[in-house]
């Protein structure tokens, strides 16, 4: 675990241990890559050599001025995977399933595989959200960025402000859009998530060689409350065949 440069912005990264493939955890917005590598990534790194990074302005990356957008999100992504020397399996959870469609869209040479965790291509997907300061959520947020970012607990007003704004505008990608994910992929939720199950399905519908699993039992933090569930999901889908054989195929006739 060490800063790298990302785009010319010293960036926390964790690249894992060598293995003959890579999976790259991408983290949710106001949280950090240690949410995923203590969860999840335990178990993929049996098999997998796991990568992660904190996105500017997130965990232990320090922010700057500019505001957040997913497009310059997906840039880091990029440049992230180029460093480890890519292509990779992408497992994003909330934003970072939304950068990693971007991803996906923009080097699909640089993506094996790429799994959404409660992800929306849209902001219609999301549910209506607020952030209550005294909410035990919001006061595990504020003490793990306090913990973490060299920008100081103060600043983690500034980092909410520009997240809200993102998340009610961004992203903007249609119907038409996901139709042109080439890489397959996984769409997982959980049935009581933050993102509306319409949407996901819709998600899921529109990418030609996409998966789905619902989770049931679980909210918008799947990868924290049920672990090894999501990750042996997930492993399934990433060591088996795509398409997928199944006995009456409807969707993949």
Known sequence: MSYISLLGHQTWASTGT????????LHGGLSNSDLMLDTIGGPLAATYRVAAFDRRG?????????PFHYAAMADETIAFLEHLGGPAHLIGWSDGGNVGLLVALRRPDLVRRLVTIGSNYHPDGLRPMTLDPDSPT??????????????GPEHFGEVVGKSLTMFASEPQLTIDDLRKVSVPVLVMAGDDDLIHLSHTCSLYESIPAAQLAVVPGASHALPMEQPEET?????????SDVP?????PIRRT
């Open 231 to 239: 990750a042996r999901i997930i492993e399934h889908f990433l060591a």
């Open 58 to 66: 997130h965990g232990r990356t320090a922010d700057t001025s500019e």
């Open 244 to 248: 997928p054989a199944t006995l009456m």
């Open 18 to 25: 060598d293995k003959d493939e890579t999976v790259v955890l």
């Open 138 to 151: 919001a006061e595990m947020l504020n003490a793990q960025y306090g913990e973490r970012s060299p920008d």
